[in-house]
């Protein structure tokens, strides 16, 4: 079993950038493969990267390719997302995932763990 805590959130200007972190407790990190995934009101929760037990290897959705980042370091607990380049429609709930066995989930019905969510609001 893991917990996962996210922080980073807040408001940025169209354009600016943020990190968002997640960590994890319980089971050692280099367990799960972890995603990270965003929510907009009114909207399905969304894939928007995630990156293998050893950071080895990412995938990206197709809105933020070239513009976010996934990171991670396991002897911190702590899987990171670096988001530049922002723009208005990024705006939601941003919340990490982790699962094991699975290499790169990229489904929400893949994960087994979710952390609470940080709000990012992007304006003009």
């Known amino acids: 079993q893991v917990q996962l805590v996210e922080s980073g959130g807040g408001m940025v200007q169209a354009g600016g950038s943020l990190r968002l972190s997640c960590v994890t407790s319980?089971?050692?990190?280099?367990?799960?493969?972890m995603g990270w995934f965003r929510q907009a009101p009114g909207k399905e929760r969304e894939f928007v990267g995630a990156?293998?037990?050893?950071?080895?290897?990412?995938y990206y959705g197709d809105s933020v390719k070239g513009r976010f980042m996934i990171s991670r370091d396991n002897a911190k607990n702590t899987v990171y997302l670096q988001m530049n380049s922002l723009k208005l429609e990024d705006t939601a709930v941003y919340y990490c995932?982790?699962?094991?066995?699975?290499?790169?989930?990229?489904?929400?019905?893949?994960?087994?763990?979710w952390g609470q969510g940080t709000q990012v609001t992007v304006s003009s």
């Open positions: 319980g089971r050692s990190a280099s367990s799960y493969s």
């Open positions: 990156i293998s037990r050893f950071g080895g290897s990412t």
């Open positions: 995932a982790a699962k094991s066995g699975v290499f790169l989930p990229r489904t929400v019905g893949d994960y087994d763990y």
